[in-house]
């Protein structure tokens, strides 16, 4: 009956990231990975995650990025689709 399939157990999530190449001219105007946080008033390790990838954007983060760079949420952000090892199921509950 049961299954150890993992496709069974594998949700599809969309999430918000900076857009790659965006944050890489953005971050060399700024000087660097120190420039570009205390430009956006977060931490060089938040920064830092922000810039590889490793962080997904929520809204004090976008808010921030829209406030202080003369962009457009298009231009600075991709949503980005990504697998979950929650069930579908638990994710509709969640949210």
């Known amino acids: 009956m049961g299954t150890n399939n993992r496709e069974a157990l594998v949700a599809e999530i969309a999430t918000i990231r900076?857009?790659?190449?965006?944050?890489?001219?953005?971050?060399?105007?700024?000087?660097?990975?120190?420039?570009?946080g205390a430009a956006l008033g977060v931490d060089k390790g938040t920064a830092s995650r922000h810039l590889r990838g490793k962080s997904e954007a929520g809204p004090r983060f976008i808010g921030a990025v829209l406030t202080k760079f003369a962009v457009t949420f298009d231009e600075a952000f991709d949503v980005v689709h990504e697998e979950t090892d929650a069930p579908a199921q638990a994710l509709r509950r969640a949210s």
Do not use: H, I, S, Y
């Not at 953005?26 to 570009?36: I, L, P, Y």
């Open 18 to 36: 900076l857009n790659p190449e965006w944050a890489e001219r953005t971050k060399a105007g700024c000087g660097g990975v120190a420039g570009f």
